[in-house]
């Protein structure tokens, strides 16, 4: 009953949001004519396509003709279709020009928008007739830039195509008696586009009467530029995955700043991460929905990857105390393209990618992706394997100008054999890093999981909008295998193990509503969220186990088996109904002081119960709202000071300590400030953060009790750091992506672990600096070379402090070459053959890969 009233009540809220914008809507008619048409254009954070209004033409200073307005532009369309008889393009060293070539000096309309990285102009009552047929391409133009197509949409428009490699680009347009000119400047960071070129395109030596569009990748919910937004937000488009050689997803932490992946010692990876020294227990976002990331990650349909520093409960209700990883996906793109690609590397590794995506319909308006995987490969660890399947259709239909309804699935199928980590005892740092301890004959795991997302978009007008969205994810596992079973005995060198045998299932949905707008009171403008949610999730699980000999860690001797039958210990569910409602606005109350205030209250029902015996272990009801505050201050257009308050509070549900207690909820209060700079003529951008986060009642590993999963609450634990992160590009080919963090996260209040007690896995110091070369002119256009170089301090292997994980230094390279369709690539990890390790919050150390090399070919077409 419980959840129907929920589902009732979110319908409802619904509803209302719907009548409510009708409203605006109406209202809006009255006023559109009053609409200023050069607004900032933001990409969305849910990656959703949106259209980019062209706000001006200005015109070139050795042409004589008036300025076009954006009314002239967006005027309705010509009868006579326009022939353009030829496409001509020229560079410079920031920015190049593509001029459309008419055979009369006429007028060509143009309509923009954007998909990912792709900045698309359709123009209206036009034919493109070249001598060498009808489409022109150019693959790379420039730095920064993949290439640029020119081709007949349909009879009767043209649609040109601008892709970026690590953004949106920027694109001005200019008109002459040749025809219509697309002046092109590529983004210059991973988290801002460029500003005007430093050189204006040829033949112009007078600026535009107004500031070109903007485009920005956002790190809120709605649209907004990054510079506007208090808190600290890191962008790693897919490029710097690529140029890195990454084929797991947590290898992304290496770049940014504060951030440490929770790693297994298999090598295969997770997807969970320690942000600002705490854990996110797993717990991360798909496309703005929640998703559980215990186990490995297909790479195949990532687009970039985006770290929210801080508390996000105001967005995204309780679980992301110190921040959050947000994942975002491919979309489908409106023109045919297709990628194949291979790789191959040490320890038997071998994998296969296709990429496939246009139109299914001939107008366009049904577009489709599919990505597709295989993956299977060795370890570094003795005996160790893994295999992988994945598949991720996805479907955006634009009913109309306005409407848009999307599609995405996610499918992985995954067998290798289970792994068994070090604990964090000082002698398991003296053994090799290869070593096995478990049975490899006795070992299993699969791992299989479907997601599904569903999205409908609709703008009652330029200025209101509404988003439905709907989220599903279901995951089955089933390991077993001889598993450490406590810590090692008197001779510090004999393993206490047993047979185990686990079933997890996890079932995860999210229904959301919201409302966007954007009005004005007076002189101060609004940039308005409001949302309803319902998410409930149910996880349910099984632990049989039975009795196995140990092993010595240091001279290991496989082939034992269990001496008795298997017993349940524990056929346990657990998990939550929430509803949440939240509101968020961005006020501007003047160009350079902008301020943002949230809230969000969450209901949650959680359970806990015994399947066994159908008994309810534990029941949980809490109400909270947990409030956001921030303030942005730009005292010119290079520099923004910010500073946020944000708590959050999370239920603890999802388990119980040693005495069969149910917990307290974890709660959680950061304060920040921080400094966002363009440097070098906007060539790089810089951001200093400094903050503090403290969080009470949290739970971590049981001391005193040898079973692993045991947790107690230690009180109160406190994070407090610097943070720098600079990335762009230097000059044409060479760009540079470096961070460092000082994070002091330790315990301040217990019972039971000692006062001072450093955080596991969370070093003082680390840095990391990755930078790429590439030629950009003459017969090695193309060929270029990568260095990264990763420092991460000392760390504590677990609570208390009882054994050091030693500080490394690695370095990585890469060298690469690309020529059109093409792109081969060969990376080098670890290129020393270090030994190093890292640890978790579960009280382990975990060796990590040795000197590994990466081969990769790829062909697009």
């Known amino acids: 009953m419980l959840k129907l009233r929920h589902f009732s009540c979110l319908w409802i809220a619904g509803i209302i949001c719907l009548l409510c914008s009708e409203s605006v809507q109406a209202q809006e008619k009255e006023k559109l004519v009053k609409i200023n048409l050069n607004p900032e254009y933001t990409v969305s954070k849910e990656g959703t396509k949106a259209e980019v209004p062209i706000t001006q033409i200005p015109r ?322 003795d005996f160790l394997n893994y295999e992988n399947f994945f598949i991720a259709p996805s479907l955006t239909w634009n009913i109309g100008p306005r409407t848009t309804l999307s599609f995405d699935y996610e499918y992985v199928d995954a067998d290798y054999l289970d792994d068994e980590i070090f604990r964090a005892e000082p002698e398991f740092l003296q053994i090799s890093p290869k070593t096995y301890l478990g049975e490899p004959d006795l070992a299993s795991e699969r791992f299989t999981a479907h997601s599904l997302v569903l999205g409908f978009s609709h703008e009652f007008s330029d200025n209101w909008q509404y988003r439905l969205g709907f989220n599903t994810l279901w995951q089955d596992v089933f390991d077993e295998g001889a598993t450490r079973s406590g810590r090692l005995q008197a001779d510090r060198r004999t393993l206490n193990r047993e047979f185990t045998r686990r079933t997890n299932d996890l079932e995860n949905l999210t229904l959301r509503n919201e409302i966007l707008g954007k009005f004005n009171t007076g002189s101060v403008r609004h940039n308005l969220l409001f949302g309803v949610d319902y998410s409930r999730l149910e996880y349910a699980y099984t632990f049989s186990s039975a009795p196995i000999a140990p092993i010595d860690i240091f001279n290991p001797i496989y082939g034992a088996r269990p001496t008795a039958a298997l017993s349940l210990n524990s056929n346990e569910a657990y998990g939550d109904d929430t509803l949440g409602i939240y509101l968020q606005d961005i006020v501007e109350v003047l160009p350079s002081l902008k301020i943002l205030a949230g809230v969000r209250f969450d209901n949650v029902n959680g359970f806990y119960e015994d399947r066994e015996t159908n008994t309810s272990i534990n029941e949980v009801s809490d109400s909270k709202f947990s409030p956001r505050f921030g303030i942005v201050y730009q005292p010119g257009d290079t520099t923004t000071l910010y500073a946020s308050w944000s708590n959050s509070f999370t239920p603890q549900i999802f388990g119980r300590n040693s005495s069969g207690e149910p917990f307290e909820p974890v709660t959680s209060e950061q304060l920040e400030v921080g400094i966002r700079q363009e440097l070098f003529d906007k060539k790089l951008l810089a951001g200093l953060a400094l903050y503090q986060i403290t969080r009470e009642n949290v739970a971590t590993t049981d001391p005193n009790s040898d079973d692993f999963f045991d947790r107690i609450q230690t009180g109160e634990q406190r994070s407090r750091g610097v943070e720098l992160d600079i990335s762009g590009e230097i000059s044409p080919g060479w760009k540079i992506i470096a961070n460092y963090a000082y994070t002091d996260a330790q315990v301040t209040e217990d019972n039971l672990i000692p006062v001072g007690d450093r955080l596991p896995n969370v070093p003082y110091n680390s840095a990391s600096l990755w930078t790429t070369y590439e030629i950009q002119s003459g017969n090695l256009q193309g060929l270029g070379a990568g260095l990264g170089i990763v420092y991460v301090g000392e760390r504590q292997g677990g609570l208390p402090n009882t054994v050091t994980v030693p500080s490394y230094v690695r370095t990585d390279a890469a060298l690469f070459y690309r020529r059109r369709q093409f792109e081969a690539r060969l990376n080098f990890k670890n290129l020393f053959d270090i030994d190093y390790y890292d640890a978790n919050d579960f009280s382990s150390i975990n060796p990590q890969e040795p000197f590994t090399v990466i081969g990769s070919f790829s062909y697009k077409f």
């Open 60 to 381: 070139i200073s050795d042409i004589q003709r008036p300025h076009t307005s954006a009314k002239d532009l967006l005027a309705q369309q010509q009868n006579q279709v326009i022939l353009v008889t030829g496409v001509n393009l020229n560079t410079s060293e920031n920015s190049f020009e593509v001029i459309l070539e008419t055979p009369l000096p006429k007028q060509l309309q143009a309509v923009a928008n954007s998909e990912g990285n792709n900045f698309i102009v359709d123009i209206p009552n036009a034919q493109l007739k070249l001598s060498t047929g009808e489409l022109f391409r150019q693959e790379k133009p420039i730095a920064g830039i993949t290439d640029v197509v020119v081709t007949n949409q349909n009879a009767n428009t043209i649609r040109v195509t601008v892709t970026g490699e690590m953004g949106l680009p920027k694109v001005e347009l200019y008109e002459s008696d040749k025809g219509l000119i697309f002046v092109v400047t590529p983004v210059t960071t991973s988290t801002q586009q460029p500003q005007t070129p430093d050189t204006p395109p040829a033949n112009t030596t007078e600026q535009a009467e107004e500031p070109p569009i903007e485009l920005v990748v956002t790190g809120t919910r709605i649209e907004v530029p990054i510079q506007d937004t208090p808190q600290s937000i890191q962008v790693i488009p897919r490029q710097v995955l690529e140029d890195r050689g990454v084929v797991r997803l947590d290898e992304f932490t290496d770049n940014v700043s504060g951030v440490q992946r929770i790693t297994g010692g298999d090598g295969f990876g997770t997807s969970g991460f320690i942000i600002r020294g705490f854990s996110d227990q797993f717990e991360n976002l798909r496309n703005g929905f929640r998703s559980q990331g215990g186990f490995p990650r297909d790479l195949a349909n990532i687009d970039r990857v985006e770290v929210l520093k801080g508390p996000a409960a105001a967005l995204y209700g309780g679980g992301f105390q110190s921040g959050v990883v947000n994942i975002l996906t491919k979309k489908p793109l409106d023109e045919p393209r297709y990628e194949v690609k291979a790789t191959v590397g040490s320890f038997d590794f071998y994998r296969g990618e296709v990429d496939l995506t246009g139109p299914l319909v001939e107008n366009q308006s049904l577009l489709y992706r599919l990505n597709v995987a295989y993956q299977d490969q060795g370890s570094f660890r």
